[in-house]
């Protein structure tokens, strides 16, 4: 199983991207796919993220109400639109997935499947 990242790219503040995350490989059903980031010099931090089974979203602070995740069943994609985008949310943004939801869902330890990741640079 492979994930496959997408979408990063050079935008202006208060601009848009929108990230894809697609699957590949056998079949895959995780019931979590979130994203995370990594800033240079940073740690990683989740972003994002989606219980499929219960087609439930969870975001951090620092993204809520500007990004938003969805997903395309037909084509095993998960998608972060990422709205407002601010000088600090530019960073190398992957996306990874789990069999199973994990109440920790916010620790990246906890994921086994990982995109390459897709550089997001926004500028001032």
């Known amino acids: 199983v492979q994930l496959q990242a997408s979408g990063g790219g050079l935008v202006q503040a208060g601009g848009s991207l929108r990230l894809s995350c697609a699957a590949s490989?056998?079949?895959?059903?995780?019931?979590?796919v979130v994203w995370f980031r990594q800033a240079l010099g940073k740690e990683r931090e989740f972003v994002g993220g989606l219980r499929r089974s219960l087609r439930r979203t969870y975001y951090a602070d620092s993204v809520k109400g500007r990004f938003t995740i969805s997903r395309d069943n037909t084509k095993n994609t998960v998608y972060m639109q990422m709205g407002r985008l601010k000088p600090e949310d530019t960073a190398v943004y992957y996306c990874a997935a789990r069999i199973n939801w994990n109440v920790d869902y916010t620790a990246a330890r906890h994921y086994d499947n990982w995109g390459q990741g897709t550089l997001v640079t926004v500028s001032s």
């Open positions: 490989g056998r079949t895959f059903s995780p019931d979590a």
